[in-house]
C-alpha cells in the first residue's frame, strides 16, 4: 500500500486487495483505519505519524477486524511519490489467526534457545528482561543474574563508555537497528570481542517496545587476525632485510 499522511489509501497492489477482501479499485481513497479492528485504530493513527515524522521504517503488528487475523505492518515515507507530501509506502504480511500467530512466536522462543548466538531483549529503559541459553555460555552470567540489569555491567566495574555505544544508540535511533564489535567482559573477568546486532521493537502503540541483540564470541577470530597481522609485518622485514 501507499498511504497518504490522513491514512487514506494511494495506491494498492492486488495481493492489498486479496487481503482486505475488496476489489483493488474501490480501496483508493479509503481510509486504511477501518479495515483494522476497533481497539488497534488509535495504534495505526500514531504509527502512521510517526512514520510521516520521522521518516525511518517503523514496524507494527495489528488485528484486522471481524476476527480476520493479525498482519504485520513495515512502513517508511515514499521518496518516489507524486504528491506533495509524500506517501507513507506500507508492505503488509499476513500474519494469520492468532493461534498461528503465538505458534510463531512459541517457535520463536524455541529456536532462540537452541542458537549458538547469544541473545537479550531489553525492555524501552534498556533493562534485561529475557536471555538465551547462549548468553550464560558465552558471558558465564546466568538468567538471574542479568535480568533487570542495564547490558553495560557486562563492560565490567569502571568499564569506559566506548565510542562504538555513542554510534550504536545513533543508529538505533534513525534506523532502528545497528551491528558492530563490542569489547566486553565475562563474569570470570576475562575479557572478550563480540559482534553484536541490535534490532529496535516497536510497541503496539508505536513507540520503542524492546531491543533485541544477538552477538557471538569472535576474540579468537579477533587474536588469529592479529597473528597473522604480526606475520606479515615480519615477513615485510625479513624481505627488507634481505634487499
Not at 494498492?12 to 479509503?30: E, F, M
Not at 487475523?69 to 504528491?83: L, M, T, Y
Not at 567482559?185 to 516497536?202: A, D, H, M, N, Y
Amino acid at each position: 500500500f501507499s498511504i497518504e499522511p490522513g491514512g487514506a489509501i494511494a495506491r494498492a497492489n492486488l495481493t492489498a486487495a486479496v487481503l482486505l477482501d475488496v476489489p483493488k479499485a474501490d480501496l483508493i481513497g479509503r481510509n486504511f483505519e477501518q479495515f483494522v479492528a476497533a481497539p488497534f485504530q488509535g495504534r495505526l493513527r500514531r504509527f502512521i505519524e510517526t512514520v510521516f515524522a520521522s521518516g525511518a521504517r517503523q514496524v507494527l503488528e495489528v488485528a484486522l477486524e471481524r476476527g480476520a487475523g493479525w498482519i504485520r505492518i513495515e512502513a517508511n515515507v515514499d521518496p518516489e511519490a507524486s504528491c506533495d507530501a509524500g506517501a507513507c509506502r506500507m508492505i503488509v504480511t499476513d500474519l494469520g489467526q492468532v493461534e498461528l500467530h503465538e505458534s510463531a512466536l512459541r517457535r520463536a522462543f524455541i529456536i532462540l534457545d537452541n542458537i549458538n548466538e547469544g541473545v537479550l531483549v531489553t525492555d524501552a529503559g534498556n533493562k534485561i528482561v529475557a536471555v538465551n541459553p547462549s548468553f550464560t555460555k558465552i558471558t558465564g552470567y546466568r538468567a538471574e543474574e542479568a535480568i533487570g540489569r542495564d547490558p553495560s555491567f557486562l563492560r565490567g566495574a569502571g568499564g569506559a563508555r566506548q565510542p562504538a555505544h555513542e554510534a550504536m544508540w545513533r543508529s538505533l535511533d534513525t534506523a532502528g537497528s545497528w551491528q558492530g564489535e563490542v569489547a566486553n567482559r565475562k563474569k570470570s573477568g576475562e575479557p572478550f570481542v563480540e559482534w553484536l546486532s541490535i534490532t529496535q521493537l516497536r510497541a503496539p502503540d508505536g513507540g520503542v517496545g524492546n531491543f533485541v541483540g544477538v552477538f557471538s564470541d569472535i576474540t579468537q577470530r579477533k587474536q588469529a587476525e592479529r597473528a597473522l597481522r604480526e606475520l606479515h609485518a615480519e615477513l615485510d622485514q625479513r624481505v627488507v632485510a634481505r634487499t
